[in-house]
T-cell receptor, first 115, second 115 residues
């Protein structure tokens, strides 16, 4: 597609439920990133994929968070047993190759509210 | 390890006045530096970037930034503010050494334009 597409744009869930957030990157972009944006906290790096592989998962906040990418395209960020502190905007970005000097193109984000 | 410090979580200027948003970074390798802008309910959009070469970088919407290695700074300026410039601005650094951390962002500066 022309841009990075994320769904859902808004998600309200109850504490303890599982949620899945989807990211569809720009066609041909091999690198994909997930960030979390919390009020007043800036952007927190979560995970990076090169193709379908995530070399480093240490940025994920807890073992309730997982992410996968299939076919070198769509990625899903899953949060199990959601907690109120998971409420944030989750941003996905893609780039032609690994960051370095390459520009990241961001989606509009998925706003998660955990009640 | 990299880090970015943006001085001032909120900056207010009058329409037509100079805009100056401050960014200082730390990096153990020569950095790549970026400024992104985020309008309400939208993803981040690249304003400008510095990789190598000329230290004064011009971006979109009349913004520019100067890389000063001796001061480890990459401040963003615009000679004359417009109401449409009201947004959140993020400075970011990337590891030119090819680390797998993606971009490291500052906490952002909310730019307010007074009529």
């Amino acid at each position: 597609g022309a841009g990075v597409s994320q769904s859902p744009s808004n998600k309200v869930t109850e504490k303890g439920k599982d949620v899945e957030l989807r990211c569809d990157p720009i066609s041909g972009h091999t690198a994909l990133y997930w960030y979390r944006q919390s009020l007043g906290q800036g952007l927190e790096f979560l995970i990076y994929f090169q193709g379908n592989s995530a070399p480093d998962k240490s940025g994920l906040p807890s073992d309730r968070f997982s992410a996968e990418r299939t076919g070198g395209s769509v990625s899903t960020l899953t949060i199990q047993r959601t907690q109120q502190e998971d409420s944030a905007v989750y941003l996905c970005a893609s780039s032609f190759s690994f960051a370095g000097a390459n520009v990241l193109t961001f989606g509009a984000g998925s706003r998660l509210t955990v009640l | 390890a990299q880090s970015v410090t943006q001085l001032g979580s909120h900056v207010s200027v009058s329409e037509g006045a100079l805009v100056l948003l401050r960014c200082n970074y730390s990096s153990s390798v020569p950095p790549y530096l970026f400024w992104y802008v985020q309008y309400p309910n939208q993803g981040l959009q690249l304003l400008l970037k510095y990789t190598t070469g000329a230290t004064l970088v011009k971006g979109i919407n009349g913004f520019e930034a100067e890389f000063k290695k001796s001061e480890t700074s990459f401040h963003l300026t615009k000679p004359s503010a417009h109401m449409s410039d009201a947004a959140e601005y993020f400075c970011a650094v990337s590891d030119s050494g090819g680390g797998a951390d993606g971009l490291t962002f500052g906490k952002g500066t909310h730019l307010i334009i007074q009529p």
